[in-house]
């Protein structure tokens, strides 16, 4: 198989374990989001705007501040709000937030997606 | 950055810190209004700005989610950890295999223990400004955006008594016991400068549950 469908394979079996997760208890949704397509998946579509939107702001962040700071690639970024939390990483080259209120196990839910 | 007691305290903390968890390399504390407060001697200020302008462009966008309690960049050599400890945030960077959660202990317990023995120690919080009562007139318009409007002398002298460069946020409280914090901006029009007002835009005042012609309390955040 080549680099660009293994891929697109591991995008395709990334979206699949993101569907099957979203019903979890605590989990708010998630935005995967390539060059050219977005999925989107969020309990309250009036938020997909706000979410987008401080998703891309704490992608930028986290990555000024690795170079500030010398930590190399950024594997995760954590953020965590009054009862909501966001975990945001680069999957291949897709930028994956998963939304989640606070009590969510961030760390299992990652391994539980290969993302660990 | 702050040289009074105050931070020389909190510098002392932030070595202390790195005395406790060796695996942690720079550190500092910032005020909401991006106000360096105390950091190590290892971080120039222009860094900590920087670092401070990409925190903040997040936290503005994070209303969503309500107040941004913690952030932390985990990067294949290192992580960036900055979180909330009373109405501050402590900055760290730390190696990768730095034990989060003993870190988090130490960090929340240390900062803490010394905000409250330098509350007790000193007579008034050297951060503090009276709040000042003024009067509602409403702003509105496409354009105008979330911050109120404020007489540049009051702003002024704010920022002298809390011995900072400017005044950025406010918060506001509502008589009827509603409360908000918002950026401040001087007041750009002359003919109501001077006149003890606040102008604020319409979404805020909902917010707030005031009218034009109301007072409000309104002090620095």
């Known amino acids: 198989m080549s680099a660009k469908n293994k891929s697109k394979n591991d995008i395709e079996i990334l979206q699949e374990k993101l569907q099957s997760i979203k019903g979890r208890e605590g989990i708010i949704g998630y935005i995967l989001r390539g060059s050219n397509s977005a999925s989107i998946d969020l309990k309250d579509p009036t938020k997909i705007i706000d979410y987008a939107v401080l998703s891309a702001t704490s992608f930028e962040a986290g990555q000024d501040m690795s170079s500030m700071f010398e930590v190399d690639e950024v594997h995760t970024i954590l953020l965590e709000g009054e009862g909501t939390k966001i975990l945001s990483r680069v999957v291949n080259d897709h930028r994956l937030s998963i939304f989640m209120e606070k009590n969510v196990d961030h760390n299992k839910l990652s391994k539980d997606l290969n993302l660990a | ?221």
């Open chain 2, 1 to 221: 950055m702050n040289e009074d007691p105050y931070a020389v305290a909190l510098k002392n903390a932030l070595t202390e810190i790195k005395n406790i968890c060796p695996d942690v390399s720079r550190s500092f504390i910032f005020a909401k209004d991006g106000t360096i407060v105390a950091g190590d001697s290892e971080t120039d200020e222009k860094t900590m700005e920087k670092m401070i302008q990409s925190f903040q462009s997040v936290a503005e966008k994070a209303d969503t989610i309500g107040s941004l309690k913690a952030f932390y960049v985990n990067g294949k050599k290192g992580k960036v950890i900055i979180s909330n400890v009373n109405d501050m945030y402590l900055a760290l960077v730390a190696s990768k295999n730095v034990d989060t959660t003993y870190l988090h202990s130490v960090t929340h317990v240390i900062i803490p223990t010394v905000l409250k023995l330098l509350e007790t120690i000193t007579p008034t919080p050297i951060q503090s400004a009276p709040s000042k009562q003024l009067v509602v007139d409403t702003l509105s318009g496409f354009f105008i955006g979330d911050s109120v409007q404020i007489d540049t002398e009051l702003l002024e002298e704010w920022a002298k008594l809390l011995n900072q460069k400017s005044v950025n946020q406010v918060d506001i409280e509502a008589f009827g016991g509603k409360a908000t914090q918002c950026k401040v901006k001087e007041i750009n029009e002359p003919k109501l400068k001077g006149k003890g007002m606040i102008r604020i835009p319409e979404k805020v005042c909902k917010t707030l549950e005031v009218k034009k012609g109301e007072l409000v309390k309104v002090k620095p955040a």
